[in-house]
Nanobody, 120 residues
């Protein structure tokens, strides 16, 4: 079992910046993919960005050029640096980790979520 704990959410004005962190603990398998997803009220949960153990990244078109995902494998932590924030970025942001685990089924774990609110 893997535990994911997010931190760093809060209230920020449009154009501002915020950094989210997610620390993983437990039975972590490598390699794995960690990512950030977000869900606004009345909408589905969508991908924001992912990063592999080797550092290969993928971003949603809506955040390209503004957000940067990174990870520290030694600390089992993934980060999301958010710049030039817009009101439409307002959502609950969730941390995710996916990995295979030998002969067992792959795992897919989620954090509890952290609220990001961008005011006009």
């Amino acid at each position: 079992q893997v535990q994911l704990v997010e931190s760093g959410g809060g209230l920020v004005q449009a154009g501002g910046s915020l950094t989210l962190s997610c620390a993983a603990s437990g039975s972590i398998f490598s390699p794995n993919i960690m990512g950030w997803y977000r869900q606004a009220p009345g909408k589905q949960r969508d991908l924001v960005a992912t990063i592999t153990s080797g550092g290969v990244t993928n971003y949603a078109d809506s955040v390209k050029g503004r957000f940067t995902i990174s990870r520290d494998n030694a600390k089992n932590t993934v980060y999301l640096q958010m710049n030039s924030l817009k009101p439409e970025d307002t959502a609950v942001y969730y941390c995710n980790q996916k990995a295979s685990r030998g002969p067992y089924l792959p795992y897919d774990y989620w954090g509890q979520g952290t609220q990001v609110t961008v005011s006009l």
